[in-house]
Nanobody, 125 residues
Framework: QVRLEESGGGLVQAGRSLRLACSASGNFDGINAMAWHRQAPGRQREMVAVQDKNGVTRYADSVKGRFTISRDNDKNILYLQMNNMAPEDTGVYYC???????????????????WGQGTQVTVSS
């Protein structure tokens, strides 16, 4: 029911900044949480930053103080501002959303997880 489309990835020099964006579209009634994950070659995908429906945010220890997650709820766009980037930030960054859709006469919410296709971020030293 939800399509997530990332943008903003690319090549950046260490110490510089990038801002990723994720647009959510499709048939859904609400989004309970959105997050950014990343995966480097040969490594497990890891959570970078998450924001719940109340705006509460959490960050991986490795990005605290450098990355900021934010969301435009009206436009359903999730952002990740990445400052003071380092080579270890290199990887494919994925947008994640936990969205729900009301079903039936009782409007029971059915929640599902959705992933974007990912955008490559490469940080050079």
């Amino acid at each position: 029911q939800v399509r997530l489309e990332e943008s903003g990835g690319g090549l950046v020099q260490a110490g510089r900044s990038l801002r990723l964006a994720c647009s959510a579209s499709g048939n859904f009634d609400g989004i309970n949480a959105m997050a950014w994950h990343r995966q480097a070659p040969g490594r497990q995908r890891e959570m970078v930053a998450v924001q719940d429906k109340n705006g509460v945010t959490r960050y991986a220890d490795s990005v605290k103080g450098r990355f900021t997650i934010s969301r435009d709820n009206d436009k359903n766009i999730l952002y990740l501002q990445m400052n003071n980037m380092a080579p270890e930030d290199t990887g494919v960054y994925y947008c994640f959303a936990k969205a729900f859709l009301f079903f039936g006469h009782d409007r029971i919410p059915e929640e599902s997880d959705y992933w974007g296709q990912g955008t490559q971020v490469t940080v050079s030293s």
